[in-house]
């Protein structure tokens, strides 16, 4: 079973380049959202999704745009990469929200440097 | 401020010593799930508790919500070197998405 899949798993990007961070999921789960991972700082909320067509905010947005055209694919894009971004992206899906009750599944990782 | 306060943030140990680890904040949760993450993985689920007071049992681990749903433990008796990794508490918050604490990096010499 696949789960949720992240590509690329390293990219190196230059100040100003934009790029898109693919998240796939195969378990045709509604909910599914993007994390940064910084040390120290546990995971911090980008953009999330409860279905198709909706996208919001979470707490470090900024930077970053999302959007939900299929249950199955939610693309995270950087639109101008700055030094700041460089951290680890994980994308998350389940099958309900929140926590009570429900398993999120968290895909391996995007390790994003922005030099 | 962060919503979760993890403690220790970092904690070395020997194989076969016991261990705990703290989630904390002064806002009250209707559940709180532990999380381990091994190096260049993403987080696996360990446990959900929902009820204040409540001890769940997951082989050597052991986990504690407290009485005002505020806070909770993770005990681990008699570590070892796979218990290694990064464990994180979180809780509902956002449009019921997660939020994160800090973390507890662990790691268990042979």
């Known amino acids: 079973n696949a789960g949720v899949t992240q590509t690329p798993k390293f990219q190196v990007l230059k100040t100003g380049q934009s790029m898109t961070l693919q998240c796939a999921q195969d378990?045709?789960?509604?909910?599914m959202s993007w994390y940064r991972q910084d040390p120290g700082m546990g995971l911090r909320l980008i953009h999330y999704s409860v279905g198709a067509g909706i996208t919001d905010q979470g707490e470090v947005p900024n930077g970053y745009n999302v959007s939900r055209s299929t249950t199955e694919d939610f693309p995270l894009r950087l639109l101008s990469a700055a030094p700041s971004q460089t951290s680890v992206y994980f994308c998350a899906s389940s099958y309900k929200r929140g926590s009570s009750g429900n398993t999120i599944y968290f895909g391996e990782g995007s390790w994003l440097t922005v030099v | 401020t962060q919503l979760l306060e993890q403690s220790p943030q970092f904690l070395s140990i020997q194989e076969g010593e016991n261990l705990t680890v703290y989630c904390n904040s002064s806002?009250?949760?209707?559940?709180l799930q532990w999380y381990r993450q091994e190096p260049g993985e993403g987080p696996v689920l360990l446990v959900t508790v929902v009820t204040g007071g409540e001890v769940k049992k997951l082989k050597r681990l052991t986990f504690q919500f407290g009485d005002a749903r505020k806070d909770s433990s993770l005990h681990i008796t008699a570590a070892q070197p796979g218990d290694t990794g990064l464990y994180l508490c979180?809780?509902?918050?956002?449009?019921?998405?997660?939020?994160f604490g800090g973390g507890t990096r662990l790691m268990v010499k042979p």
């Open positions: 378990m045709n789960h509604e909910y």
């Open positions: 979180a809780v509902d918050n956002a449009g019921n998405m997660l939020t």
């Open positions: 806002s009250v949760f209707s559940s």
